[in-house]
């Protein structure tokens, strides 16, 4: 069962259930699905991934742009809405993880100094694909180059 198909039987459900949260999270996906579907462009499951990752990203956006305005009723109804789009995220690497995976990188690509952060990073991008947020993946190669 690919994404749209498990998005669409779970929308029924959530409906059958008036889960006003789940609803709420599920038809953005749906919506990102359809416009992707409209768009032309075949959906592959990493496109899904960076599709769900993109979803949650402008949430994480608007949540820190409403609890500015003092906007909490409106920063909840997103963060309830991110629970529900990460469900349908692989999990997400621990800083730990990351740390150690991103040692191995800097040991093969023979990175040594903040020169080399693009390098690294564009290695990291394609490895951590849908694992890790490319945010604190930067951080944390800043931090192990020394930059």
């Known amino acids: 069962m690919n994404l749209e198909e498990k998005i669409n039987s779970e929308l029924k459900s959530a409906m059958l259930a008036k ?13 990102a699905i359809l416009l992707a579907k409209t768009s032309g462009s075949a959906t592959t499951p990493e496109d ?11 949430r994480k956006e608007s949540v820190e742009i409403y609890q500015q ?3 909490n009723d409106l920063a909840d109804a997103e ?6 789009i990460e ?4 999990a997400q690497m ?3 993880q990351i740390r150690v995976e991103l040692k191995k990188i800097l040991a093969d690509s023979g990175a040594q100094s903040a020169k080399d952060m693009g390098k690294v990073m564009g290695i990291a991008s394609r490895h951590f694909a849908g694992k890790a947020d490319n945010k604190v993946v ?3 190669v800043r931090e192990l180059l020394g930059a």
């Open 19 to 31: 889960d006003e949260k789940a609803l709420r999270g599920l038809r953005a996906i749906k919506q």
């Open 48 to 58: 899904e991934i960076r599709m769900l990752q993109k979803l949650v990203k402008q």
């Open 69 to 71: 305005q003092g906007r």
């Open 79 to 84: 963060l309830e809405e991110i629970s529900v």
């Open 87 to 90: 469900g349908y995220l692989p």
């Open 94 to 96: 621990s800083e730990d």
């Open 138 to 140: 930067s951080q944390l």
